[in-house]
């Protein structure tokens, strides 16, 4: 998994030798195994490494439990440690609860960067996330922006090392490790399309017509990505042009 992550970060040119990172730690597998790979990266890319939680406060007493769960984790290997408990969980009129949680969570990131002068900011999502995210986008009836799903890199520093890391291989990288990690049971709750998407509709595609959707999902992500952009550089020319 290591040697995968490191051709993703050359092939999109995640990280320079000296960047300060800052990791996104919620607890689970995804984020934990993301610190530990960039861990194993620092000595030689000389990265400074500092690691956020953000409490939501929505599941209460595991809320907490996880914030503790991640102090601890950054405590063993002697990183620094940034959180924040949301100060409110009841969501602003015409607001989704989903847009308004990463948006509070993206501010805090922001601002752990800014103090402690990192500029790359770290997210765990991975390939089973981006399958995900294009079938919840398809879904929901998107162009190019939505069906091309999350970025390898945006806006210079949000990288996400693991997207073209599969759950499992995740998983399998944690347990050899030795790592533990902690278990979101408000992502079996149907209450969400994404929980949905990844609990009944993947499997039913994986199993009924392709064993290897979600990596063909994120391989299209992939091309869209790519004809967007050169359909975007072939407008910016002839806008140039005059």
């Known amino acids: 998994m290591i040697k995968k992550i ?7 040119s995640l990280l320079e ?12 597998p995804d984020s934990c195994a993301l610190l530990i ?26 809320s907490d439990a996880d914030e503790v769960f991640c102090r601890n984790l950054a405590q063993k290997y002697d990183l620094v440690f940034v ?18 949680f990463r948006r ?17 900011i770290a997210l ?26 999350f970025l390898p890199i945006r806006e210079s520093r949000y990288i996400r090392p693991l997207m073209e890391v599969s759950r499992r291989e995740i998983i399998d990288f944690l347990r050899k490790a030795g790592v533990e990690y902690c278990e979101d049971h408000s992502n079996q709750s149907e209450a969400y399309l994404r929980n949905r998407i990844r609990g009944e509709l ?18 299209t992500a992939d091309i869209i990505r790519r004809d967007d952009e050169w359909i975007n550089g072939c407008v910016d020319a002839i ?3 005059g």
């Open 202 to 219: 993947i499997p039913f595609l994986r199993g009924k017509f392709n064993p290897r959707i979600e990596e063909n999902l994120a391989r």
């Open 239 to 241: 806008l140039s042009s």
């Open 83 to 100: 959180t924040r408990k949301m100060a409110q969980t009841s969501v602003p009129k015409g607001v989704s609860p989903e847009d308004y």
């Open 17 to 28: 030798n000296g960047d300060g990172v800052v990791v996104a730690l919620s607890g689970g």
């Open 124 to 149: 765990g999502h991975h390939l089973n996330d981006q399958a995900e995210t294009v079938l919840q986008n398809m879904l929901r009836g998107s162009g190019l922006d939505g069906l091309k799903g």
């Open 104 to 120: 509070e969570r993206y501010r805090f990131l922001d601002q752990a960067a800014l103090d402690y002068g990192a500029n790359k």
């Open 37 to 62: 790979a960039l861990l194993g990266l620092a000595e030689s890319r000389s990265l400074k490494i500092i690691v956020a939680h953000y409490n939501h406060g929505l599941r209460g007493a595991c």
């Open 6 to 12: 490191e051709q993703t970060i050359h092939k999109y």
